[in-house]
């Protein structure tokens, strides 16, 4: 009885409490354990990037009229006559054949320009900043009234090229009283073309052209009234 009692008062064992943890697994001893290969991560492949555009800038300038002077339709002084140009104006300077010997000129901030004489103006800057301007951008008054002359021959002899063509006939009162016909020629000079604005009273005009430019010569014939120009007619060169 005695025993029965001591053992109802002993301490009874308390159960063991088990994390929930995986069981871990032996290995045996020299067992290497591979590990993940990693991924190669790829080099984006270079984007390739266009060549910027450069756009070139051109000045405008200012010019005082150094004499009075005729301002033209063209770069050139068998263009019409457009205005006149007082001694001491300032004007501004926009454009310039490619030579750089004629100017595009218009009053400050105006809207109606012409085309000097280079050796006229006194500009406050490089003429050759200025942007040359294209023959075909010169703005000539055309003619409602007139057909264009006829080409009716081209000869060459050596670097000579002679045009003659058909004449126009004009009505009283519409002779500009100018040069009455004009060749725009683009010809070979040293290797380079180059563009000459040439004028001619007669029904014929010689010029030079060389050869030896990679790109070909070529040239166009216009007749001139009070009004403005035909239409421009190709000349075919020999």
């Known amino acids: 009885m005695l025993l029965l009692?001591?053992?109802g008062c002993l301490p009874l064992p308390r159960p063991t409490l088990t994390a929930d943890l995986p069981s871990a697994t032996w290995l045996p001893t020299g067992t290497s354990v591979p590990l993940p290969s990693a991924t190669p991560s790829r080099t984006p492949a270079p984007t390739q990037t266009g060549t910027p555009t450069v756009t070139a800038t051109w000045a405008v300038l200012r010019g005082e009229v150094l004499q009075r002077a005729n301002c033209r339709y063209g770069a050139g002084a068998v263009y019409l006559y457009k205005y006149g140009l007082v001694p001491g104006s300032n004007?501004?300077?926009?454009?310039?054949?490619d030579a750089g010997t004629w100017?595009?000129?218009r009053a400050i901030g105006?809207?109606?320009?012409?085309?000097?004489?280079?050796?006229?103006?006194?500009?406050?800057?490089?003429?050759?900043s200025v942007a040359p301007v294209d023959p075909d951008d010169f703005n000539l008054p055309r003619s409602p009234y007139y057909a264009p002359p006829?080409?009716?021959?081209?000869?060459r002899e050596g670097d000579a090229v002679t045009v003659t063509f058909t004449g126009i006939v004009l009505r009283p009162g519409d002779d500009s009283l100018q040069t009455p016909y004009v060749v725009e020629a683009w010809v070979c000079r040293d290797g380079q073309i180059l563009f000459e604005a040439l004028g001619s009273d007669m029904n014929a005009i010689t010029f030079i052209d060389e050869p030896g430019c990679a790109e070909p010569s070529h040239a166009r014939l216009t007749a001139a009234e009070k009004h403005g120009y035909t239409a421009f007619v190709p000349i075919p060169l020999p």
Not at 150 to 155: D, M, P, R
């Open 5 to 7: 009692l001591l053992a």
């Open 91 to 97: 004007l501004e300077i926009i454009g310039r054949n």
């Open 103 to 105: 100017l595009e000129v």
């Open 110 to 128: 105006g809207n109606n320009p012409c085309w000097v004489k280079a050796d006229l103006m006194a500009p406050n800057g490089e003429i050759m």
């Open 150 to 155: 006829a080409v009716l021959s081209t000869v």
